[in-house]
């Protein structure tokens, strides 16, 4: 390796980095004026234009903060955690897609790396919990652990699925670029919804958002896994959060909305990036739009959902993708057949989602009004 790679590599690591921080001071500020509207408040207003430079003040003021560390930690792993928790989203970016030309490494296997990488987040933060000789530290990451053991699968199976539909439409099934290749005009969000609904679920337990917020309760455990972090090493920690909501929105829009495909987009390639924003965006502001009305969920309601209904409907829906491909390369169905049967599967095994959810919510209820009424 020359000088010149090198410092070409530097050159692309820092304009990357430097990239996903600006995409997560946007996604702070969308996410402080998307509440306010929600809830009739006006949110940021005064620092700057709409409030726009608020996050850019508070990120400075942390950077300026004085750095307080507890003498009982472990002083290495302490320091170390933070890095440990944004390396692996920071490399994810690394074979994001941004349109069909505009892509740093076209892995074939882009869909296994992403899948990889994912859980190792969660390496950070039960070292960051168990450094800070903490308790309630201590907890979190327990907390964090166990959430992500739960909600990997379902998401695993749901990106696995993608990966077996895309196999009827072109060579490439396990990268991303393909991905998007094979949906063409139409995304697979129509073919399963189930899966979509699955992935967001499992995407919001994996970054830790209401109602999966459950490491971090501060009214049980005051902060979770980074209750002794302060300053920046304490902004690293919101950094990966909103770093992982918009990596998990960039990939469900390259997994289930076409990513760049839209009107006029192979003739004019310019506007690739500019649909794939729009359908990120889209994402972003549906979960804002979750967090507003909805509270948390306790631990044991989060692990239920999980492996009672979550893990076995995901399962059932990956072995209906892989069953209905299996038989469209064996009969040389229509990709409009096959698609058109995993559609009407995944509606139904939606509405049966759905209604044992509604059923078990009932009876839940039932038991409460006559425990009540003894």
Excluded: C
């Amino acid at each position: 390796m020359t000088l010149l790679d090198l410092i070409t590599i530097a050159v692309i690591v820092f304009v990357l980095f430097n990239g996903v921080l600006t995409v997560v001071l946007g996604v702070i500020w969308a996410e402080r004026k998307a509440l306010a509207r929600l809830q009739q408040r006006v949110g940021p207003s005064r620092t700057g234009p709409s409030g726009i430079l608020q996050t850019a003040a508070d990120a400075v003021k942390l950077m300026l903060k004085e750095d307080v560390r507890p003498g009982s930690v472990n002083r290495l792993i302490f320091y170390l955690a933070p890095l440990l928790i944004f390396t692996p989203i920071f490399m994810l970016w690394m074979v994001l897609p941004f349109s069909s030309g505009l892509i740093l490494s076209d892995l074939d296997i882009g869909l296994f790396y992403v899948v990889a990488i994912l859980g190792l987040s969660v390496v950070g933060h039960v070292l960051a919990g168990w450094a800070s000789n903490n308790k309630y530290a201590l907890l979190g990451s327990a907390r964090n652990a166990a959430q992500l053991i739960s909600y990997e699968l379902p998401l695993v199976f749901a990106v696995l699925a993608v990966g077996l539909l895309a196999q009827t439409a072109t060579d490439r099934p396990f990268s991303l670029a393909g991905i998007v290749e094979a949906q063409g005009g139409v995304p697979y969000l129509l073919i399963m919804p189930l899966g979509f609904a699955l992935f967001l679920v499992g995407a919001l337990a994996e970054t830790a958002r209401i109602p999966f917020d459950i490491p971090h309760a501060e009214e049980e455990i005051v902060g979770g896994a980074f209750v002794e972090y302060s300053g920046i090493r304490w902004g690293v920690f919101f950094l990966t959060e909103y770093a992982g909501l918009a990596t998990m929105a960039f990939l469900a829009a390259i997994l289930f909305l076409g990513g760049w495909n839209g009107p006029f987009s192979d003739q004019f390639p310019p506007l690739q990036p500019l649909y794939l924003i729009l359908k990120i965006s889209a994402i972003i502001l549906l979960v804002f739009w979750i967090r507003a009305p909805l509270p948390r969920l306790r631990i044991d309601q989060l692990m239920a959902f999980a492996w009672k209904l979550a893990i076995p409907a995901s399962l059932v829906n990956l072995v209906v993708v892989a069953t209905v491909v299996y038989a469209q390369q064996r009969n040389d169905w229509e990709l409009w057949l096959a698609g058109g049967i995993i559609s009407v599967v995944s509606i139904a095994l939606a509405v049966v989602t759905g209604f044992i959810i509604q059923r078990r919510r009932e009876q839940r209820l039932n038991q409460f009004r006559q425990r009540w009424a003894q």
